[in-house]
């Protein structure tokens, strides 16, 4: 999927909570990706469309360090990525060997990937901060990838931390970790969120003032229509 830059835009201004919240009334419950959070601590939010990589266990003719060279490898699912994608790697849970370190994220980021999301961890930790790559991830671990990992393509179906992804499905990641929007919702969930977040903040200044929370949040037909009275007259 390419994204407009207006769906773009108002996707970064909707949290993963409003997401998730919106695609649970949608019936999608497991739109939160298990284990990948924030590498580098704080982090901006970002969206993107998913570009997909598949790992599976290590099979040891396989997983060896010649198999980078392969035109199969992570290193030529990189060159086969567009500007503004957001890479989901399915490493399977796997913490105990890294799929990608400073050099590969740094060739990302050249290629201006918008960021790397796995449920497994990275390598080469302070390199990997170093080239601004936005990473999630399930934390980080010296040995490679071919140590618990085989690498065997890209833009297929994956699951990662316990969602299902499919190329072109929409990630929006911030600091409370990493949300998937299908392809067909993501302008209901786009319009729908950018009201979400209008509503709760108004909802939070109510708050401030000293309102109580029964009636407020979620809102009964009074509050609704006081929110929407002071909406229309902005």
């Not at 099979?59 to 567009?82: N, V």
């Not at 936005?134 to 071919?146: F, H, L, N, Q, Y």
């Not at 929370?213 to 006081?226: C, E, H, V, W």
């Amino acid at each position: 999927m390419t994204l407009s830059s207006d769906l773009r835009r108002a996707l970064e201004n909707i949290s993963t909570g409003t997401v998730t919240t919106l695609l649970l009334k949608k019936g999608i419950r497991s739109g939160w990706m298990r284990g990948p959070m924030p590498f580098a601590g704080e982090a901006a939010r970002i969206v993107g469309p998913a570009f997909t990589l598949r790992f599976v266990p290590a099979r040891e003719d396989l997983a060896t360090p010649e198999s980078w060279a392969s035109p199969r490898s992570t290193r030529g699912a990189i060159e086969e990525m567009p500007e503004g994608v957001i890479a989901v790697a399915d490493a399977r849970g796997v913490t105990h060997a890294g799929i990608f370190g400073d050099i590969l994220c740094a060739r990302m980021k050249k290629r201006g990937v918008a960021g790397l999301v796995t449920d497994g961890v990275v390598r080469d930790g302070v390199g990997v901060i170093a080239t601004g790559l936005p990473v999630w991830s399930a934390g980080t671990a010296a040995p490679p990838s071919v140590a618990g990992l085989t690498f065997v393509g890209w833009q297929e179906p994956v699951g990662c931390g316990g969602v299902a992804v499919f190329p072109g499905d929409v990630v929006v990641a911030d600091g409370d970790g990493v949300a998937l929007i299908p392809q067909a919702l993501v302008e209901d969930v786009a319009k729908a969120g950018l009201e979400q977040e209008r509503f709760e903040a108004w909802v939070v200044s109510e708050v401030e003032k000293g309102a109580s929370l029964p009636g407020l949040y979620p809102p009964n037909d009074a509050t609704k229509a006081r929110y929407n009275k002071e909406k229309s007259g902005r």
